[in-house]
């Protein structure tokens, strides 16, 4: 029994070994919690276009929407642990829906980090009718309208919520929220003037305010973004300490080899150093992490530091999901 059990525990190995060497050798799936169009979907895209050269294999983005994005890192978690299925997501759906939904796994031990792929400030950001012209006079314009302005989310626990929710707290201001699959979807009522406001990633929306389609207050951020130097800080612009970004990366399911995380890992980290990705996200506001945070480890450690962080305001807050 004893030698059956061994010899069973090397075919294992084998195969293990075998199915890492030969990876990959069909198309991999990114599953993007969110709708086509917005900052994360179009993050992964920008990557994945460079993923395809060091891969040798078509990299597929699938959207998968709801539930402020836990659906599609559920469907991500179940996946097979062969490095065909990598899910895509953020500070929002790797940590703070961990402290709202009853998701059907662990969100921090059932799924492997492969990289830190950048961060990104939020901009606050109106339709051009809002008659404000800088922050506080958005402000006191919300506070004259209290509960009649709207502000979109992607849902409960998205990054456009909780970065909201601390708006709302700073100001002791109540303004009712309007949720959409995505903040693609939202940043085009946005521009339709269907909404009032967003507190939305300046990858998503940075480009409507550099076409004039939306009106930006400040950034979330100590510093300017280089993309949009005109744009103030919130500490210049008069809502000192509203510091708000979200962080990006990729996971794969638990009991991946790490044989196959590695390839996945340089794989992201050649797209990271390429001048053309760099430059694309760059453009956006999004800000690459140095060599030594684009480890497994480092996203392992950043999403617990995180989570430490968040859970106990999120739970504090009784946030529930929709």
Request: aromatic residues 6%; proline residues 8%.
């Amino acid at each position: 029994m004893r030698k059956l059990f061994a010899a069973t525990l090397l075919f294992l190995a084998g195969a293990a070994a075998a199915q890492a060497q030969n990876y990959p050798s069909k198309p991999v799936t990114i599953i993007v919690p969110f709708a086509a169009g917005g900052p994360t979907d179009s993050m992964a895209r920008a990557i994945s276009e460079r993923l395809r050269q060091s891969l040798g294999q078509a990299v597929i983005i699938e959207n998968v929407t709801g539930a402020a994005g836990s659906i599609g890192v559920t469907r991500a978690a179940r996946s097979a642990p062969d490095g065909y299925t990598i899910s895509m997501g953020h500070l929002g759906t790797h940590v703070i829906n961990g402290a709202i939904y009853s998701l059907p796994f662990d969100l921090i031990n059932d799924l492997e980090p492969v990289v830190l792929l950048g961060s990104n400030p939020m901009l606050i950001v109106s339709k051009n009718a809002i008659p404000a012209k800088n922050l506080k006079e958005l402000i006191a314009w919300l506070k004259a309208n209290q509960n009649k302005s709207t502000i979109g989310t992607a849902g409960i626990g998205s990054g456009a919520h909780f970065s909201a929710l601390y708006l709302q707290s700073l100001i002791d201001t109540k303004i009712p929220y309007v949720a959409y699959r995505g903040t693609g979807p939202a940043i085009q009522d946005l521009v339709a003037g269907q909404i009032d406001l967003i507190v939305d990633q300046a990858s998503n929306s940075l480009p409507q305010v550099q076409a004039g389609r939306i009106r930006a207050y400040a950034v979330t951020d100590t510093k300017r973004l280089p993309a949009a130097p005109d744009i103030p800080t919130v500490d210049e612009a008069g809502l000192p300490g509203f510091h708000v970004g979200v962080w990006s990366a990729f996971w794969v399911p638990k009991g991946t080899p790490k044989d196959i995380i590695a390839k996945l890992n340089a794989a992201a980290r050649e797209a990271l150093a390429d001048p053309a990705v760099r430059k694309r996200l760059g453009d956006v506001g999004v800000d690459i992490p140095p060599p030594n945070q684009q480890t497994p480890e480092a996203l392992r450690a950043l999403q617990k530091a995180e989570a430490a962080k968040w859970w106990p305001i999120i739970k504090a807050a009784n946030v529930k999901p929709e």
